[in-house]
């Protein structure tokens, strides 16, 4: 377990009255960085990178409604809209009028990000985007989570298996096992396998299962065109929830690619199976973006 400071909480309420728990943490006035969290995960599984990066930015985190802190919606709240929404919130309400940001999200979260991509509070706010780990439509005719070919059949198995009302249940050796196969590289090790584990079991059923329901017919195509900011792009080769072939479909349709990395052997849960590469690209957009600088070791003691 990751110990981080004490954060500077604060509940930020959404168009539609949603509340987000939103955690700040590093000093006031640095370079901000914003992190949207994926589907049944939470901002724990941003920890790596708060850590790394607080020192020297200010960043922001907030639990996406349904997940984490933030309460499960009322019926009728999940949608690309009440993603675009949320995100739009978080900005206006932690960043000064005028103030920029370097916003990184994965899988759900870059898909929030393409949701919010015209939004007037986006466009004010956003200086550049990390997209890591993420596709903006046809998520459940191109993932190889079902050990078919392509085709009607596994598209069908597949939008069942994310789509299942079970309950997950306890974190068990067998259920890390699953976990770890359906969005993890084969090399991932046993402790951030379990910690992503504790962290999609903790999802409420409810919020998973809605949640489930957008992604199955998601289409944010139109988004990726709006995204004119500099927009880096990063995957697993092993990705199995979002393949590689939708991170190059967004590095040439995205209308400013800031680059695509593809990390060798990691699988969909790149944030916490390589914290250090994404902590890098979001520090390489800071830097290029917002005229951030690491601070040194001498500085960060005195």
Known sequence: MIRLPAPRTRTVRSADGAELHTEVYGPEGAPAVVLAHGWTCSIAFWAEQIRALAADHRVIAYDQRGHGRSPVPAAGGYSTTALADDLEAVLAATLGPGERAVIAGHSMGGMTIMAAAGRPGFVQH??????????PSRLTAEATVVPLGPGGLRTRLTGAVLGSKA?????TALSKKVLKYATMGPGSAPDRVDACARIVHACPRPSRYGWSQVLAGLDLEAGVRDLRVPAAVLVGTADRLTPPVHSRALAEALPHCAGLTELAGMGHMTPVEAPEAVTAQIRELTLTYLGARPTTSKEARA
């Open 167 to 171: 309950p997950l249940g306890p974190v």
């Open 126 to 135: 956003a200086a550049a985007v990390l997209l890591c780990s993420t596709g």
